[in-house]
C-alpha cells in the first residue's frame, strides 16, 4: 500500500501537463468551441505521438499496456487544460473493444486509434435520462447477417468527428441488462442523422437518429443479447475516466481561486488573508483531494480485475457535488471577474458543471451503493469490499 | 499508486482478526466497559485482570511496537503492517499503537538515556503517558500556555494548571509543556518534560464529561471516560527529564501532535457509527414499516458511506507519508478536518434516521444498540475540537499547504500547531 504517486506517474504528469500547456492554450479551447469539428486534429495526432491513445491498449495493436491509473492521470491533465479532444469516447470505446470484441474486430479498429488516425464515440443515453440500462428503447433486428437499427440516442459525444460509434441497442425484448447488445456502428452509415446540441460546456454534443440503419452482424461486440455486462463495464470506465478528468479541472479551476487571493486586495490587505476565504480554499483542496483517492482507488481495482463498480459510483456522486461546489465558491473568490467572457474561468466552471450532469446523477450513483450496502445479504463491514449485488 | 495490501500483510490481519474473535470474550468485553480511559484502552491503563492477560497474548505475537527498533523494545517492522494490526483493534476499542505524543517523539528527540528508559515500557505498556498541554487560558491557541517551569541547579521547578488532561489519573508519566522563557516570543520559550506523575506537588482533579451519566456504552466517539485538572505546585523535576533542547519544545510537540492527528484509532472512531447504521437498517422492521425502504434514508446512507472511504483513504494517504519518510505539508490537516466533520454529520444523520428513538440513551427501555448514537451525537464533535480543532486546522491547510498568507490583524495565532 503506498497512495504516493511513482516517480514513474509523477513523471507522466510532469510531460502530460508541459505538453497541454504549451500545445494547448485558452485560445485553443475558445476556438473549438465555435469549431464546426470542434477538435483540432493536429493536437490529437500529436498525443497519439504521446501515446495517450493506446496508453491502456494492449502492445498486439501498438498500445503500451500502462495501468488504466494512468490513463487517469492523463484524464487529469487534459481536463486541466480543459482540452478539446474526443480523447475520452475514443478511449472507452477502445477498451470495450479491446476487453471484449473478437481479435478481428480489434485489428480492424484499435491500429487506427493507437496511431492517431481514428476517434470513436458510443452512445447509451436516449429520451429517458437515467442513467439505467432499462432506458435503452433502440431496437436492432437481426436480418439475415445484418441488424437494422432503428431509434434516437441523446448527448452523444464528438459523434459528427467520430468514425465509429458503440451503440447500446436492445436486441430482443426485455428490460434491464436482458437483451441488450452493444453494436460497433460505422457513423457515416446511410439512415443515420444528426442534430447538435447547444451545450454548457459547449462541446460537441449530439442527437443521433437511427433510421434503419445496416450493420452487418459481424460488429456486434459480444455475443447477440448479452451485452448488458459490456455496457456496465463501458460506462463503469467511461465513469470513472471523467471523474478524473473533472478532477484535473477543478484543481487548475481552485489553484486560479488561490493564486486569485492572494494578490486581490480588499479592505487593505489580501482577500487570501482572510480567514472566511482561507477556510473555503482549504475545503476545496481537501474535497478535490477526496475525490481524487476514491477515483484512484476505483482505477487500481480495476486494474486489478476487482469489482470497481461501487467504488466508481463513489467517486463520480462525490465529484459531482464536491467539483460543482469548488468550482462555485472559484467563482465566489472572484467576484465579479469570473463572470466576464473575456476572463478565462468560465472555461473551467462551465465544464465541470457540465460534466457534473453526466453519466449518471449523484442521486443515481447513491442508489447504486445503497442498493449494494442494503439490498445485500449478511452485514457490512468498513474497509472491505461491500457485496456485489446484480445492476438494477 | 498502490491501493492494495501484500498477501503477507492481508494473512496478519486475518491472524489478528481471528485472535480477536477468539480472546475477546464477554467477560473481558465486560471489564473494558467498566474502564474510564480515552478510546482505544492499553495495557497500563486497562487495570483488569483479563485486559492484562489480553495484553500479555497479544504481546507474545509481537503485535506491540511493530514499526519501533529492535533495541528499544520494538519489531523493526513497517509503519503499514503496524497500521494493520492497530486498525483491527481499534474497531474493539484496544489501543495497540502508541500515540503520537510520547514514544515517537522521544524517538526522534531523546537521548540515549531517555530511549531506553522509556520505549521500551511504552511498548509493554508499563509506562504511559496523560497529555499535559492544554490550560484554562490555553486551548487552540496553546503557544500561548503559561505553565512556568524554572531551572534550578540541576532541577527544573513546574507552577502552573493543565485543563483536560485525559488519563492523568492512571498514567504514570505526564507529557507536560511548559514556558521556560517568557521573554522571547510565545513559540520560542516552550519546553516538553517527561514528568512521572508521582512526583510530589503534582495533585489530578476529575474532570466527568457529558458522556459518563449514563455511561456511553464501549466505542462510543469520546465515550465514558473521565478527563482531568492537573496542578502544578513547585514539582521539583531532575533536569534529565527534559525531552530536546529547552525552548525548542514547540518543535517536537508539534510532530507528534500531526502524528496524533492521524491514524487508524481515529479514522474508526469517525465513521465506526457509518458501519453500524447500514447493518441496522437492514435488520430492522418496526410493524410494517423498514427503513431499507426509505429513498430519503438510503440516499443518506450512501452518502455517508462515500465519505466514509474519503476517511479511509485519507488515513492511508498519511499512513504512506510516515512510512515512506516523508512530512506532512497539510495532509495530516486534511485528515483531521475530513474525518472528524464526517464523525459529526453522520452522528447527526443517524439520528435523524432514528427518529424519536435516536435520544434514547444507555439503559433506557427501547434504546438502540444501547444507546450508542446518541452518546455519539455528544461526542463525535470533541474530535473536532482537541489535537488541533478543525478551524486551526484549516488554517494550516490554507497557509502551510496553500500558501495564503496571515492577516495583519494584531494577536492573530499562527497555524503553527
Ligand atoms: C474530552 C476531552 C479530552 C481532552 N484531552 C486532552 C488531553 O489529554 N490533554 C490536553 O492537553 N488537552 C486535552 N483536551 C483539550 C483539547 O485539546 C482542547 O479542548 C482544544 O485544544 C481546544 O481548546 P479549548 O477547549 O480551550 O477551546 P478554545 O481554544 O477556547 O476554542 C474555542 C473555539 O474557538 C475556535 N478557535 C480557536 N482558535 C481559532 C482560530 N484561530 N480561528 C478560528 N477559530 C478558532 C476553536 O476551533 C473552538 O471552536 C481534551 C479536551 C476534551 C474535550
Redesign the interface.
Known sequence: ??????DE?KMLRHTAREFLEAECPTTLVRAMETDPLGYPPALWRKTAELGWQGMALPETYGGQDLPL?YLGIIMQEVGRAVAPLPLLGTVVAALTIASDATPAQREAILPGVVRGDTVLTWAFTEQDPRFRPDTVQTRAVVDGDHLVINGTKLFVDHFTAADHCLVACRTAAGSGHAGLSLVLVDTKAPGISTTPLVTLAKDKQCAVVFDDVRVPRANVIGRLGEGGPIVERMLDRATVLLCAQMLGATRKDAEMA?DY??YRVAF???I????S???I???M??WI??GE??T??AL??MD?GLPAGIEVS?AK??CNEKCEAVVRFSQMIHGGIGFMMEFDLHLWFRRVSAWAMRLGTS?E???????A???SPG?????RPVPVVVAV | ?????TPE?EALRREVRDFIAEHLTAEIVEELEGLTEGFGVSRSVGRGPLVSRLFDEIAKRGWLGISYPKEYGGQDGDR?TQYIVE?EFARVGIAVGLAGSGAPAILAAGTEEQKRAFIPKLISGEYSFALGFTEPQAGADLASLQCRAVRDGDDYVINGQKMYTSAAHTATHVYLMARTDTAVPKHQGISIFLVPMDTPGLTVRPLWTIQNEPRAPLGTTYGAYRTNETFFDDVRVPKTTLLGKENEGWGVGSMGLNLDRVGAARY?IS??R??DI??W??TNRFDGYSP?DDPAI??K???L??????C???T??S???V??G?HFT??GA?EK??APEHGVRTSEAITQMLGPYGQLLNGSPYAVEKGIFAHNLMGAFQSGINHGSV?V???Q???R????????RAGRPEAGR
Open positions: 500500500m503506498n497512495l504516493l504517486l511513482t506517474e491509473v488561490i487571493s492572494k487593505g490587505q489580501p487570501g488573508a482572510l480567514q476565504i482561507q477556510h480554499c482549504a475545503d483542496i481537501v483531494d477526496g483517492l476514491l484512484y482507488e487500481w481495482k486489478q463513489q456522486a462525490f442521486y450513483h447513491r442508489a447504486r451503493i445503497a442498493h450496502l442494503i439490498d452485514t457490512v463491514v468498513l474497509g | 499508486m498502490d491501493f492494495g495490501f500483510q503499514i486498525e474508526l465513521v465506526r457509518d458501519e447500514v447493518n437498517v437492514k431499507a438510503r440516499d446512507i450512501a452518502e458511506w462515500i465519505e466514509a472511504q474519503v479511509r483513504l485519507m492511508m494517504r499512513m504512506s507519508i512510512e515512506h516523508g497539510y495532509e486534511a478536518i475530513w478551524q486546522m484549516r488554517d491547510v490554507a497557509r499547504g496553500l500558501g495564503l498568507p496571515s492577516a495583519r
